[in-house]
């Protein structure tokens, strides 16, 4: 049976990197963001997968709901599926700045989409999650190692860790796995696209990666894919990074 996964932040990015990957695995996906993502439906669908797109803003838990409602309206109409299988809370931002430029505003932004959006979304799906479903948090390698100005970003991202601890305590019950995986330097548009588009900033990170160079969307989209595989049956509740080897 083609399993059905969830992939939040899916238009653009690791997101949608992750997206296609699943649906190369034979993965149907609902690729869930804030603006269009019928282009990343186009590409899974012309490359043999099958997908629907559905508007979801993770900071906004009205718009959480709405979305689970046309979830499971979606499922149902197109695979005549009532459950999700895989759940890949994505969607993050990352407001970066100085300790003294921080403000209160950004502080609540960073926390409402990094931890509370996947803490929200994982408890509106959770009754819809089939039994032994997987879920993948998306962190960062940043919550092991330090970068000037990231200190919001940084703390947000050990707390969506923690989060995913304590919930594997909750959900093992039902055999539901969820891990967090912290991906290193990856070249992709986050944060305006600055790493992909700076050769500075990649040869520098490079120098401090046991592999030699920053990751690829595509590294850490294959490991997402792992980690829902039947290959990783007995884990859960782990940090794993896929990073390189940065900073050791």
């Known amino acids: 049976m083609t399993r059905i996964a969830l992939v939040t932040g899916a238009n653009r990015g690791l997101g949608r990197t992750t997206a296609l990957a699943l649906a190369r695995n ?17 590409e899974i669908v012309g490359a043999g997968g099958d997908a629907i797109a559905i508007r979801m803003d993770v900071s906004e838990p009205p718009s959480i709901e709405t979305a689970r409602v046309a979830v499971l309206a ?3 109409e197109k695979w005549d599926a009532v459950a999700i299988d895989v759940l890949v809370n994505n969607a993050g931002v990352g407001l970066f700045a100085p300790l003294g430029d921080i403000t209160p505003e950004d502080f609540d932004a960073t926390f409402a989409i990094n931890v509370r959006g996947p803490l929200l979304v994982t408890q509106a799906f959770l009754p819809h999650l089939s039994e032994g479903a997987r879920i993948v948090n998306v962190s960062s390698s940043l919550s092991r190692h330090v970068s000037p100005a990231t200190s919001v970003y940084a703390a947000s991202k050990k707390a969506l860790e923690a989060l995913t601890r304590s919930l594997a305590l909750e959900l093992g019950p039902r055999g539901i796995r969820i891990n967090s995986i912290a991906p290193g330097p990856t070249a992709t548009d986050f944060n305006g696209g600055a790493m992909r588009d700076s050769d500075a900033m990649r040869t520098a990170l490079s120098e401090q990666t046991a592999l030699g160079r920053v990751g690829d969307p595509d590294d850490i989209a294959e490991a997402i894919c792992a980690f829902v595989s039947p290959g990783f049956a007995w884990v859960t509740g782990e940090r794993i990074e896929v990073s390189g080897g940065v900073l050791l």
């Open 74 to 76: 979606g499922i149902r």
């Open 26 to 42: 034979n993965i149907n996906v609902m690729v869930a963001s804030r603006s269009d993502g019928s282009d990343v439906v186009d």
